[in-house]
């Protein structure tokens, strides 16, 4: 029997939106700027928006809404649905009773998650991940989240802040040497633009990225190729104890990165595969993500079904 629920991504750019069946179907999706860099009440503004207008799709179409599912970037008492804080890029998004607001606003049921989480989780449902029980996913980008998947049952961590090196230089997170700080992209943006600097090569009127990093690359420029190779050892690193210690069947890569083409992916699993434990390797597929900027809403309406089928 198909069940609907509301499954909304926050950003700190945009909030995207959606009408989603259970068996992974968008119905009706919206996108809405999130008002971030104004307040908290902005942000709970535009989500009670984006909610409205997803219950008055599912009105035309003559469905009932099981519940809406949220996921927020920071860190999320999912027990007590409270979001306690972390999220940098959204002005005062820390302890608010998030769920509670939306709930009151709305009438319907609410859960929540981290945002990087849902995407995860997303992937293993509906995604790269289907099929397979054990999933560890990352997404490689301004930072790295993580999350680790038994079907519905488990949430994820902040995978991205496992230590890397020793005596390492400073992470946003408070700590020092972790594996964001070394492997997200925005490290390899920073790497590649202070040897760029060094070396006195410019890039007149083109903004330096992760895609222009990836264009030298393939045109074969020696420090794009330098940084790059350095950046997957770094990732590979990382994967690799994932791997040791979860021996998962599929690791799933999103992020921008992940979308550069099959190299990237070929790339990072030949260093993760250099450095991990071959017993514990042996039933591990590393792939990119397939549900691209869709797998945080239908991760978060997941958390709607999975409860209900409890």
């Not at 040897?195 to 045109?219: D, H, Q, T």
Request: one cysteine or more.
């Amino acid at each position: 029997m198909k069940k609907y629920a509301i499954g909304i991504d926050l950003g700190g750019t945009s909030v995207k939106y959606a009408l989603i069946d259970n068996e992974g179907v968008f119905h009706f999706q919206g996108k809405l700027p999130s008002k971030a860099d104004v307040s908290a009440e902005a942000v709970i503004g535009q989500l009670v928006t984006a909610c409205k207008e997803a219950m008055a799709s599912a009105l035309q179409l003559g469905v009932a809404v099981e519940g809406i599912g949220i996921g927020t970037p920071g860190i999320v008492d999912e027990t007590n649905r409270i979001v306690l804080g972390g999220a940098e890029n959204i002005k005062g998004w820390e302890n608010l009773n998030l769920a509670d607001r939306i709930e009151a606003e709305t009438g319907l049921p609410v859960q929540m998650g981290n945002d990087a989480n849902l995407m995860g989780l997303g992937e293993t449902m509906y995604g790269a991940g289907q099929g397979a029980q054990n999933v560890v996913f990352l997404t490689v980008g301004t930072g790295i989240g993580g999350a680790l998947f038994n079907g519905f049952a488990n949430r994820g961590t902040e995978l991205g802040h496992v230590p890397l090196i020793a005596n390492g230089e400073p992470c946003a997170c408070g700590s020092v040497g972790c594996l964001e700080h070394y492997a997200s992209t925005s490290a390899l943006v920073r790497r590649f633009s202070k040897r760029a600097a060094e070396a006195g090569i410019s890039f007149p009127g083109e903004e330096i990225n992760g895609e222009l990093i990836v264009r030298l690359y393939k045109e074969g420029d020696k420090l794009a190729t330098e940084c790059l190779d350095e950046h997957c050892d770094f990732l590979g690193h990382g994967i690799a104890g994932f791997i040791n210690i979860f021996s998962p069947q599929r690791i799933v890569i999103g992020g921008g990165l992940s979308e550069a083409g099959d190299f990237y992916i070929r790339k990072v699993s030949e260093q993760a595969h250099r450095y991990a434990i071959a017993d514990c390797a042996v039933n591990t597929q590393i792939m990119a993500a397939s549900l691209g900027n869709k797998a945080g809403s239908i991760g978060a309406a997941s958390l709607v079904f999975s409860l209900n089928t409890k």
